[in-house]
């Protein structure tokens, strides 16, 4: 008799309980042996019951079985563990016949609910319903540990599925009390398939059926991840818990992609999911939602302070075998099977690739770096484990063991510190084994508590990995002694330009200062212009203690009141730093210009300069502008008259190159960003827009053409090993979307090039002149299908595209700013080996139009090794360590930003604000919020009091006020005050709306409120979160009603 089977007497045969988590604790599960009887009340009733529903029409059951114990027996001492036992209980004798019949036999459980949905909704067919259902664990008597002995006939306890079970169907429901208590089991059940061996990736690699890609997780739904394969013209969904198999945010994956006929539709394109095929298998454990597909939410969240849900996936071969057939169809080698892909998803548009996670490749730095809230009820963490909720809505909730606490954490929960559960906590993610829905996590520090400035900082900076701390000694002992003076002997190797009138246009508070301007008429309609970068090579040693640290840290990172350097100060705001009236080492591009701005001659070399001032991008506006007054602080033997000269030639130059740079296709692209005015405590109260002069352009445009004339000149001598950086084309899918959204809106948008996609833009930016922010809107959504620009090593893709979309450049590079950037010291090492290969072989290789030769490569690579550069497989690691790192330090900045602003919406109790639709349905909008230029979703469906209309013809909301009836609050109802500020406009506003309306002029729509898209809202801006969860910004429609008491 199998386990699982009925016995002689009608009865089920019991299954031992599914095993643990993980495998280190001494508790074993077994079925009681002492039975319960069953309440009265139990088949018959139950089934009468059934039959009452099925007759109203009723979605749910009108009483749900009890649970009133669940108990496990540990075999050391007999105590109870946690066996759920089940005082009434739908026991169903055959397990024929309609699915819905009273006689037909399931499991009332979240997965058979969610499969009846389906069902319900034509998702399932009658007989895939009906296998699923037989394949549920029956409630069968619950008897000792021989199976095949049958126990008394009125004790039931939950009996898990034999072989061949349903993957929905294994559930383990642990001990409330104890929150979900770890147990140990030798065989334990699979949720997971195995990890493939390294061997086996590369040989699947090889032959094309396994593509090497990052993990990136969708925030607002982490049961989505995608994944970009070079090649591929479309990303690549991971969709699922057991497809992701334990891959986290940002973990290098092995990804093995599911047969065509499994390819689900695009979002965006069409909804029609009905050619999609829908199995039980295919549903996945998530802690999100997802739809049915007939706008029927089912909650798929897992509570694990309640419970935890184990669902198997069967053996790992049996997995492998699916995943070799889908590969299958793409075998052969790499570039083919990218070529097949590729057909594919040309023969069927609007199709979205799938795939599945065998293997884990390289894990994230992420995974070290966990920032998150440990759930626990104010008891000693006596507990065999605790659960630890991440602040990072991509990271899945984790396990905290209490013996691995820190003390001084472990301390506090047993003294019952109410404020622990409100503390932000440093963690690292352990592992994550085949047996457990759940990573293991070790927590090694506390941060401090929530919504504090100085805490969330922190925990902001641990989450990415950057560093904060003071620089080691070994990096400290790399530093000249000072006073520090330039040698006589560096003096003579350097070409010496300190009686130059050199200058530098910085922000006001800058002090790193690392490139300076310098301008000279030659005569014969000739402009000679110099840019002139600070030497930071010479004092960062390749392979050194100090080269070392600036590499790991790869980049300074701005936050809003502090500066965290990628060099000790000494060398970044002061040996380095090209301040007024000192002498300073430099690497210097100059160019001699005719009157339209062409290049005619080009020199790179290494120079000496001593700068006259300090000019501030205000100072050098007004200079433009002609409202300049002297000030003091002018050194050298230089007048304000020839400075403020120089200043406005430049600026005639800079005109000139920026509007051959459009001609050739460059795009302009320029987004709001939030300042903040700080109070003498360092605290927010006010935002504003940074604003962008014709002095910013004026650098900028000198600085592109210092690093394009450089990455011109390595490219030629180290075509195997140079550190360029590029800027992919668009994403081909979210571009026509862009346009589409233009095109529905009467706009006329042309995106065949970079040039036209300029062009077209530039037409809206003058149709929509009086309308700035339906204009701030457009160029927000022609943002979003740009990719990110990446550094790469030339010698690891010889024959892909160097160029540079947005700037219409055929290569590029980072050479202007080496005290803030480890990439452009990389760069300056690799001009320095070709002047000095210059030397040896006595012919120019810097030239703008400079030729290298066969023979000239052995004395190139001869410096490059020098200067260790020539490696490119090294340099290739190097550009990706420095694009992680760079992608880390604008995630801080952004995120300090909303930090801020949070932190003053919270001060100020919110904020109003006009609001511009920009998304409708008929369950949230999208607005966009024009006073911190962000768009935000407000969520209307389920809301007490509020009345909502959807008429999708024409695409039109209708939003009203409705008293809500007593005793009528559905228990998932929210409060309209979670959606909406309203007031009566004959009683006297309360508190909220009365300040606001004295801070602002802004006054509130009454209701009903009809919308449309680009329609305007008034909205309140406020802060969300802070106390135990993740920070966020909320938005509520701020609105009037007579009927609102």
Known sequence: MKPGGKNEKGGYHAVPPPPSLYGQYPFQCQPVSKPRTRSAGGTEDLAARERDRDRDGEKKFRKRPSRKSKQFVSPDNGSVAGVEIFNSCDERASPTGSPFSPNFSVQRSRDYHVVKTLYK??????????????????????????????????SVAYASPGKGASPLSTRFYADTDTNFQLMKDPVAPQIFPEHWSLPKVNEAMQSGRVFSCSLRVNAHNRSEAYATVDGLSVDILIEGACAQNRALEGDLVALVLDPPNLWPRMKGLNNNRTDRVVTASSIAVTNQSFSSGEGVQVSREIRLEEEVVIESVGSSNQVVESSEDSGSLLSGPGSTALEKVQALLQATPGKRPTGKVVSILSKSRRRDAVVGFLSV???????????????????PKMVVLPDSLPEVIAQRLRDGDRKMGNELLAACVDRWDCNSPYPLAIITHCLGQAGELEAQTAAILFEHAVHSAEFPPEAMACL????????????????????????????????????????????????????HIADVSYFVHAGSGLDKEAQQRSTS???????LPMLPRLLCEELCSLQPGVDRLAFSVMWDLDSTGQ????????????????????????????????????????SWQEVAADIKTLYNIAKQLEESRIRDGALRLDTGKLVFALDGDGNPHETSFYEQMESNKLVQEFMLLANVSVAKVISRAFPDCALLRRHPEPSSRKLLEFQEFCKKHGFVLKTDSSADLHASLEVLREELKDDPVLLSIVTLYATKPMQVAKYFCTGRDKDGDWGHYALAMPVYTHFTSPIRRYPDIVVHRTLTAALEAEKVLNKSLTGPEDLVSTKDYEVLQLAASKHRISDPAEMALLADHCNERKMASKNVQEATDRLYLWTMLQRRKG????????????KFMSLYVS????????YYDEVEGLKVDWLENTGTLVLDYCRPRQHSRKAKCRSISDVAVVSNPAMDPDDETGNLDRLTRIEPEAMPLTLRLFSHIPVLIHALGGDSSPLDIGVRVYVTSYFFS
Not at 377 to 385: G, S
Not at 493 to 502: A, G, I, N
Not at 557 to 563: G, M
Not at 931 to 938: D, P, Q, S, T, V
Request: hydrophobic fraction near 35%; include cysteine.
């Open 557 to 563: 990172v701005y936050l809003i009141e502090q500066v």
């Open 377 to 395: 009820k104010f008891q000693p963490p006596t507990r065999n484990q605790m659960v630890l909720t991440p602040v990072d809505a991509k990271f």
């Open 931 to 938: 006073k911190i230029a962000m768009e935000r979703r407000l």
């Open 599 to 638: 290049i005619v001659k080009q020199w790179i070399g290494r120079t000496a300069i001593k700068s006259c001032c300090k000019l501030s991008y205000g100072d050098a506006q007004e200079i433009i502008d002609g409202t300049f007054s002297e000030k003091p602080g002018l050194s050298g033997n230089f």
């Open 121 to 154: 909704n034509g998702k399932y067919s009658e007989l895939e319903f009906k296998e699923f259902t037989e394949t549920l664990p029956p409630y069968g008597p619950a008897i000792n540990n021989n199976h095949d002995q049958p126990s008394s006939s009125n």
């Open 480 to 531: 000249p002694r000072v006073p520090w003076s330039i040698p006589k002997k560096e003096l003579q190797r350097r070409r010496d330009l300190r009686s130059r009138r050199v200058f530098t246009i910085d922000p006001v508070t800058a002090r790193d200062l690392d490139d300076a301007l310098s301008v000279e008429h030659l005569g014969d309609g000739l402009t000679r212009v110099g840019v």
């Open 911 to 922: 904020l109003l604000s006009d609001a511009c639709v920009v998304g409708l349905g008929p």
